[in-house]
């Protein structure tokens, strides 16, 4: 068990609270939180906290509940900021409240707008970036970000055990560059990990 400080913790058990009762009640996908799962969340800020990651980059805020974590995480580390995409102006509204009452809205900068499009105007550097968004374009997303990530830079996905024809594409994307070190941990929806190797 990870455990944050005390406003990110009430704000974070009220997100997994609302985000199953809200993805059972509506249908529509877009309304829908699609929140990560907690042990995925606490092996994000694990993998962050241990790795001493400084600048964040999420696609794909929702409500911000992982964003909660990655910043939460990212302050432990003493990092510099997490930039987080998000297409929804209504997701945004949440993200933005959730993120002020854990007291964490310093941290953070939330950007509108397509992913892709942004990823393709970002100056980085950044030495984590996590996918959760569109699976598809990921490999895209991943293609504009790999000239602005440190030379240690952390990839993390989520879905690639729970949508893994959609996952294909980015998963062989990175392994295809053969510099990462990559595996998938079977945790929540499973998490594809790459890690790029330092050069001698």
Request: aromatic share 6%; proline share 4%; hydrophobic share 40%.
């Amino acid at each position: 068990m990870v455990y944050l400080d005390s406003a990110s913790s009430i704000v974070a058990s009220q997100l997994e609270s609302f985000g199953l009762e809200n993805d059972m009640r509506v249908t529509e996908r877009s309304q829908k939180m699609l929140n990560l799962e907690r042990p995925t969340a606490e092996l994000l800020y694990i993998l962050v906290t241990i790795s001493q990651r400084r600048r964040i980059l999420e696609i794909g805020t929702s409500n911000g509940y992982s964003t909660i974590w990655l910043a939460s995480a990212l302050r432990a580390t003493e990092g510099h900021s997490l930039l987080t995409i998000e297409h929804s102006p209504d997701k945004i509204a949440q993200a933005k409240a959730n993120l002020l009452a854990a007291s964490l809205q310093d941290w953070v900068q939330v950007i509108q707008g397509d992913a892709t499009s942004v990823c393709r105007t970002l100056t980085g550097p950044f030495d984590c970036v996590f996918f959760d968004a569109d699976r598809v374009s990921a490999p895209k997303q991943l293609e504009y970000l790999l000239p602005k990530l440190t030379e240690d830079a952390l990839l993390l996905a989520d879905n690639a055990l729970s949508h893994p024809d959609e996952m294909a594409g980015y998963i062989s994307s990175v392994e295809a560059l053969q510099q990462f070190d990559t595996m998938t941990v079977p945790v929540g929806k499973g998490l594809h990990i790459a890690r790029l190797r330092r050069q001698p």
